[in-house]
């Protein structure tokens, strides 16, 4: 979940309840199919990778600053798009190579026969995505009859109907109105919505600026949001040593960080185009996955750190809703065989 675009003056443009997606100066091209290369000398047509305002994707901006994806001579344009739910469109329809995005946005494509595989998870949202409510309502319950707003079938519509379901509650006992992340967080400021359902950097300004609070977010239902590079099946079939390089140099970025946390950082919000104390902040929300835990998120499971079991359980509460006509087998769809590759290699 999943502008997710943090810009400078964010808080002006949400107080007039202005749309954000036409923003300019983002280092990648938005929703147009064309971005930027990796640089010269990688080999082969450019792999269209494409990413939204979420803080775990932005390490795809480090990945291209230090030159990674060159160290792999694997040429990829990063494409950028301000709304999330127009990615899944353009990975759906073929007009990008490759999404990152959640695993319960890759459920529908996938129950529809789209051919997708998940080969690397880049972050578990841990508190990234949440229910921020004006001051005066207690609790998920008081939510009854107020007007919430999120987008219809992303993630955070599924975290909302995850939250009233622990509250007993369905979504027809609220009035729930469809809007994109970009246009809620602004109108839930504005004074225009009781709650609303957001993930950053959206969510920290809906309780900054709106004077809100957080009832209820992905940290309360750890694992769930799992966030994810997902491939159309014919590209990782056409070019598998590619994408192998892709997931290296990934994980070459976050040796990086480790290694030089403020540079890495710094590189991160500016391609975020935000303060580096808000990119900090908004970082802090999701856990970053790193090899091992690539490793155990692709094993079988009984629990929500397994990939197969979330899949499972997602699947089957998205069907009682009706916003699946079926629940997907996922086998195929995760592709563990880069991770196992790389961790031998790199002997783990």
């Known amino acids: 979940m999943k502008n997710r675009k943090w810009i400078i003056g964010w808080t002006v443009a949400a107080l007039l309840a202005m749309l954000l997606s036409g923003c300019a100066g983002k280092p990648a091209t938005e929703a147009t199919g064309s971005g930027q290369n990796a640089g010269t000398g990688a080999s082969g047509e450019p792999i269209k990778l494409a990413l939204s305002p979420w803080p775990g994707w932005f390490v795809w901006y ?5 030159g990674f994806f060159e160290k792999h001579n694997v040429n990829v344009e990063l494409v950028w798009f ?3 739910s127009d990615s899944l469109a353009a990975l759906s329809t073929g007009k990008v190579d490759a999404n990152s995005q959640t695993l319960s946005d890759t459920l529908a494509p996938v129950s529809k026969g789209i051919p997708l595989k998940a080969v690397l998870v880049n972050d578990n949202s841990n508190g990234g995505d949440g229910i921020v409510v004006k001051p005066d309502i207690a609790d998920l319950a008081a939510l009854k009859g107020k007007q919430v707003a999120t987008e219809l079938g992303t993630v955070d519509h599924l975290l909302m109907l995850t939250g009233l379901d622990r509250a007993g509650m369905k979504e027809e006992d609220v009035k729930y109105t469809n809007m994109t992340v970009n246009d809620a967080g602004p109108a839930f400021i504005a004074g225009k919505l009781d ?9 920290s300004k809906a309780l900054q600026e709106g004077k809100g609070k957080l009832l209820f977010s992905s940290k309360d239902t750890p694992g769930l949001i799992p966030d994810l590079l997902v491939f159309r099946e014919d590209v990782v079939n056409n070019r598998s040593d590619d994408v192998k390089h892709i997931i290296e140099a ?3 970025a976050l040796d990086y960080w480790k290694a030089n946390p403020e ?3 710094q590189i991160m919000a500016k391609a975020a ?27 079988p499971g009984t629990d929500f750190t397994s990939l197969s079991y979330t899949a499972q359980k997602t699947g089957e509460f998205l069907k009682g809703l009706d916003m699946l006509s079926s629940i ?5 769809l995760f592709d563990s065989r880069y991770i196992e590759e790389i961790a031998k290699e790199r002997g783990q």
């Open 195 to 203: 709650a609303a359902v957001l993930w950053e950097p959206f969510l």
């Open 62 to 66: 480090l990945v291209k600053e230090k």
């Open 273 to 299: 185009e935000t303060p580096l104390a808000d990119y900090k902040a908004g970082v802090e929300s999701v856990k970053i996955f790193q090899l091992a835990d690539n490793l155990k998120a692709f094993q």
């Open 328 to 332: 997907p087998q996922t086998d195929s």
């Open 82 to 84: 301000p709304v999330y």
């Open 263 to 265: 540079e890495s950082l």
């Open 250 to 252: 990934w994980f070459d």
